[in-house]
C-alpha cells in the first residue's frame, strides 16, 4: 500500500511541474490587435502626406525593453512578400496611436497594413484593405492652349494634346491619363494626346484611380 501511495504522489507532482512550465511559456506571447484606420483611402500628394491608425496589444508585461512596433504596408495588390516599413514606434502602453506618410510610388487599390513587434516577435492581424495614389502632380493644367472649341471636317480629325508648360504633367513621365467624352471614359485612351473624330465634349484627367482627378 505504501509503494502504490508513494507512485501516486509522484505521478502528482510531475503533473504539476509540466502544468507550471505550460504557463510560463504562454505568458511569452504577445497579441497584437488589428490595426484600425482612420482613412478610408489615401491620396497623397506633396502637400499633404500624414495619415494615422491605431492598434491594441496584449498583455504588456511580455514586451522587452528593445522591442520597437513596425508599421508595414504591402504591395498594390495585399501581398507582404516585401513590405514596406511606413513607421517604428516604441511604446509600452496600450492603445497605441501611430502617425505616417505613404512612399511616393504607392499606386493602387488593394493596399493592406499590418503591424510586427521585434521583441517579443508577433505580427498583427490584417487591415482592411483601402486604395492609395501619391499624385506627384496635383495642380489643374490645359489642353490645346485653353481653346474651349475646335472644328473637325467629315472624313478628318483633329488633336487634343495636354499643354507642355510649367504646371503640365507631362513633366511626369510615369504618368497616365483617362479622357472622357460626354463623360463617358474613352477606353483605352491613356496617352497626353487624343485623336478626335466625333463631336462631343471632351476633358482628360490624370489618373489616380478614384481618388483624385485633376481634370483639364
Known sequence: MR??????????????????GANIISSQNLAIGTPVLNFTKACASSTFNTYSLSFTFFPTSTLQPSNQFIIE???????????TPLTTISSNVSPVNASFSFPTNVSGENY????????????????????????????????NNNVGTALVCDGGFTLLSIDNNASSPTNFPGLIYKWFRDFAVIPGATGPT??????????????????????A
Do not use: W
Not at 498583427?124 to 499624385?135: D, E, L, N, P
Open 3 to 20: 509503494i502504490s501511495f508513494l507512485s501516486k504522489a509522484k505521478t502528482l507532482l510531475f503533473s504539476c511541474v509540466l502544468l507550471l
Open 194 to 215: 487624343l485623336n478626335v473624330t466625333d463631336a462631343g465634349d471632351y476633358y482628360v484627367i490624370a489618373d489616380y484611380g478614384e481618388q483624385l482627378n485633376m481634370k
Open 73 to 83: 504596408l504591402s504591395n498594390a495588390v495585399g501581398s507582404f512578400a516585401s513590405p
Open 112 to 143: 493592406i497594413i499590418r503591424v510586427r513587434s521585434t521583441a517579443p516577435v508577433a505580427i498583427s492581424a490584417q487591415s482592411v484593405g483601402f486604395a492609395a495614389y501619391y499624385a506627384i502632380h496635383n495642380t489643374p493644367f490645359s489642353i
